[in-house]
Nanobody, 123 residues
């Protein structure tokens, strides 16, 4: 059974940084599309950033470009989301997801999801 386990969320002041981790089991992160999504209360789940299928490319939502960075440690089978210059509007539950279907930004294309980690940015 594929498992994705996120960690690293928490409370941070505006302008601060956090690094989220997503450790995968029974799935190789370098061989599949891996995405980070977030969902704020009352809003739809939205794409944040991720790796394309087989990890060949990285993708970012426009509002995250320059502030968020995805990376990967193949030896640990883990993907990361470095978040800098955080804003109160970045407050959400952040999810890691894996797609064997070559999805990028569409959450319906992802087969597996982590449980999510809360990120709260105070003003």
């Amino acid at each position: 059974q594929v498992q994705l386990v996120e960690s690293g969320g928490g409370l941070v002041q505006a302008g601060g940084s956090l690094r989220l981790s997503c450790a995968a089991s029974r799935l190789t992160v370098s061989s599949n599309a891996m995405g980070w999504f977030r969902q704020a209360p009352g809003k739809e789940r939205e794409f944040v950033a991720g790796f394309g299928w087989r990890g060949r490319d990285t993708y970012y939502a426009d509002s995250m470009k320059g502030r968020f960075t995805v990376s990967r440690d193949n030896a640990k089978n883990t993907v990361y989301l470095q978040m800098d210059s955080l804003k109160p509007e970045d407050t959400a539950i952040y999810y890691c997801a894996a797609s064997t279907l070559r999805a990028v930004a569409d959450p319906s294309g992802y087969n597996y999801w982590g449980q999510g980690t809360q990120v709260t940015v105070s003003s």
